[in-house]
């Protein structure tokens, strides 16, 4: 995680998410994105110059639009989001919320499982999902929808990662 900047207000990752699920295909351009997260619970990052030195290692070809932005949940945790938009389609979604503390890891396994899990498995269904242990990923495997779904506990860190794919640049 780069440095925190705090919003105004909190909000939780699983409204987070489910926003992004529940309205990928509303969100077009990032200001799209405040009328369905309310501006004070995030903090664009995008000009930062540790976001743009990032940026600027793995540069997106022309056309494509990214923004970075971070929140802070009720409970105190800190998370980021990071958006890629091409012709006004939000083509990648990706969120990470940071567990600290002891037993950080376990954490991050208990709200995958008791919080997050539940969450994306109601809106894409339990059966549409496999577990992929070479990225220790849970992945959406049916194209019931324009986009692919996946989450994990990411690998040596202590931390949870949610991504939002649009299929056509995924595949």
Known sequence: MIKTYDPQNPISYLTVVSTFLHHH????????????????????????????????????????????????????????????????????????????????????????????????????GEDNYQYDPITSSYLNTTAISDFIVAYRKVPGYSSVSTWITHRGYYE
Not at 31 to 59: H, R
Not at 81 to 89: A, G, K, P, S
């Open 25 to 124: 295909d509303d969100i077009s351009e990032p200001g799209d994105i405040f009328y369905w997260v309310n501006s004070n619970c995030l903090c664009d990052i995008s000009e930062t110059p540790l976001a743009k030195q990032l940026d600027s290692m793995t540069p997106l070809p022309p056309g494509f639009i990214q923004r970075m932005y971070q929140f802070l949940e009720p409970e105190g945790r800190h998370g980021e989001i990071e958006v890629v938009f091409l012709d006004n389609l939000l083509i990648n979604f990706r969120s990470q919320l940071f567990f600290k503390g002891w037993f950080s890891n376990r954490k991050a396994l208990r709200y995958i499982a008791y919080a997050l899990r539940p969450l994306i498995t109601g809106f894409l």
